[in-house]
Structure formats: structure tokens, C-alpha cells
């Protein structure tokens, strides 16, 4: 077991898109960590420190690995929960070992052989975002290959597939298939999944459609997702990165409060937990 496989407990990975200051931090993971002490799930609290992959070069990408760990850190003082945040370059692994409770992946980098033996080689959780051309079948690749090199546990998310038309797809058959065919727990990211990417229509920035989220996190775990990743903000319009698909902070509870009851439905009904 380890913090991606909280033992059948439901799983939040949640927090902004990018670390922003300190002060805006710690408001999100105080907010996370209170949502999930009154409703009884698990929380990670996630953030990156670069986004080095932006639709402009111009975009905003972060505090870079330094300061990012540093106000990484802090959130852990301050909060208690546990903190996730992406690796791009092998060479990061060793300073995100010393700071990090876990490493994700992002999706258009889970194919890259080095990176995956790397952060399996830190001996911490590794969550592997699903690539956005994927099979779900797929993804028993890259989790042998952080699993091989030695990582504290592993947890697969879906993300949507690219189907040419300027929005994700998502398979809601993804989450039986990954946790059967990569035996660990497979997640949902609910608000990647509304992002419409490549400017959204001909911006510089990806768009999104948070209307949908509510809907497409109820499906999921309706269809057997064992937990959810959501970025949140107390003003997404003001975000430095992916507002456009970001939930705002005060829905995170309700919206968990939806995914409970439904997730309780399910477990009722005999063939749906997976």
C-alpha cells in the first residue's frame, strides 16, 4: 500500500495548476486537507514547478525546481498532506526524491523509457498519466517500467484521448481495463479532461469546458475509477495556468460529495467496483 493505494479509500490528488506563492498554496492545501478530513478521503496536495509543456513559449511555466520545492515544502509544513508534483527531465529525480512524497509523469512523457526508470529508481509512488494517444492496454508499460526499477508504489490516470477535433475523448471502459491489465489503482483527471487543447479555437492557451466536469468525474467513477485528480483554484480566471478547465476551490467539496454517493451506489451493485 502506499499513498496512491490508500487501501480502498477513496483518492484526491488536488491543488493548482502551477505553485503560485506561498500564501495561495497553503489556502488550496488547507482547503484540500479540511474537504477530505469532513468527507473521509484521501489527500495529496499537487502542484508543478514548470510546465514545460505550454501551448506558447511565452506562456507562464513556474519557479522552476528550486523554489518550487521549497514552497513544496512549505505546504507540507503548514498542511500535513502529503505533495506531488511532475518530473520532465530524468535529472530532476534525485532532488524531487529529497522533497516530494510523489512523482507523476505527465501524459505526453509516459512513453520516455529514462524518465520512467528514473522515477522508479527514487523508490517513490509514481503516478503515470495516461498519454493522450494511448490505448488503456498500453499502460502496462510504462507502470513494468517504474515498477522494475524499483517505485513505492504505482497509480495509472486517464486523461482523455485525442480524437482530431479539438477536445479530449474519455473511454470510460480506460478504468477497468488499466487496473486489470496494470494492477493498481486507476484514476480520473477531471479537469485535464475538459481542457480543449491547442488554443481552445485560436488562442495561445489551451481552453476548456468546466461545465462538463461534474459530469464526466460522476461517469467515471460510476464506470470504477478509484480516485480523482482536479485542479483547483480559488480564482481560476486568475491562474497562471489552465484556468480555463480549472474547478473552482468552493465546488471541490460538493463535487466530492457527488463522486461518494455515487461511488457508494456503485459498490452496491454486484460486477460495478471493479
Known sequence: MSILDPGGRFLVIAGPCLLEDDSLNIHVAEEVR?????????????????????????????????QGLERLGAVRRATGLPVLTDIHEADQAQALCQGVDAIQIP????RQT????????????????????????????PVRKVREAGSGGVSVTERGTA?????????????????????????????????????GGGGASSGGEPRWIETLA????????????????????????????????????????????????????PGLSG
Open 107 to 110: 501524459a505526453f512523457l509516459c
Open 163 to 199: 480524437f482530431g477535433y479539438g477536445r479530449w475523448v474519455v473511454d470510460m471502459r480506460s478504468f477497468a481495463i488499466m487496473r486489470e491489465v496494470c494492477g493498481c489503482p486507476a484514476l480520473f483527471d477531471a479537469t485535464h479532461s475538459v481542457q480543449l487543447p491547442g488554443g
Open 34 to 66: 479540511a474537504v477530505a478530513e469532513r468527507l473521509g478521503v484521501s489527500a495529496i496536495f499537487k502542484a508543478s514547478f514548470d510546465k514545460a509543456n505550454r501551448t506558447s513559449a511565452s506562456s507562464p511555466r513556474g519557479p522552476g525546481l528550486s
Open 114 to 141: 529514462d524518465l520512467l526508470t528514473a522515477a522508479g529508481k527514487t523508490g517513490l509512488p509514481v503516478n503515470i498519466k495516461k498519454g493522450q494517444w494511448l490505448a488503456p492496454e498500453d499502460m502496462r508499460f
Open 218 to 269: 460522476r461517469a467515471a467513477v460510476a464506470a470504477g475509477a478509484d480516485g480523482l485528480f482536479v485542479e483547483t483554484h480559488p480564482d481560476p480566471a486568475s491562474a497562471p495556468s489552465d484556468g480555463a478547465n480549472m474547478l473552482p476551490l468552493e465546488r471541490l467539496e460538493s463535487l466530492l460529495e457527488g463522486l461518494l454517493a455515487v461511488r457508494e451506489a456503485r459498490d452496491r451493485v
